[in-house]
């Protein structure tokens, strides 16, 4: 963790060709067309992925969804009852404390399968049970 702690603060003083250099050797990349902090702050990024690891697909995804300013997804929680009414019938979709998603007294994967049992087409889970809305611009 030192190592990567020195190597952040070297960035600090390191001139536009300096990090354009630091850049294609750490990534074998071609450099973005960005500003010198923007590119000391990108290399900053790839430095603590190379040493710490990368953010998890849903962390990706939730921030794409955050920058895209397209919808907004919440979060399954242990305890939570999801009810929808589908063809005339109420279906109800518990999320267990392991985090497991009952329907229909099974365990399904996702709430994505289950939407699909209940309608027998492709669906979004979040989106079919409400979890999914678009987001609100602000004024």
Excluded: N
């Excluded at 003083?13 to 074998?28: E, F, H, I, P, Y």
């Excluded at 049992?117 to 409400?130: H, K, L, Q």
């Amino acid at each position: 963790m030192a190592k990567l702690d020195e190597q952040l603060i070297e960035l600090e003083t390191m001139s536009k060709v300096d990090l354009a250099d630091r850049w294609a050797k750490l990534t074998g990349l071609p450099v973005p067309k960005v500003s010198e902090g923007m590119l000391r702050l990108a290399l900053g990024y790839e430095l603590q992925a190379k040493a710490l690891g990368r953010l998890s697909r849903k962390a990706t995804q939730r921030l794409d969804q955050v920058a895209g300013a397209r919808t907004e997804t919440r979060d399954i929680r242990p305890g939570m009852r999801l009810a929808r009414e589908f063809g005339g019938t109420v279906h109800l979709v518990t999320i267990g404390d392991d985090g497991a998603i009952c329907w229909d007294e099974r365990e399904w994967r996702s709430l994505s399968e289950v939407a699909r049992a209940i309608t027998g087409t492709r669906w979004s889970g979040p989106a079919f049970f409400g979890l999914r809305e678009k987001r609100k611009v602000a004024a």
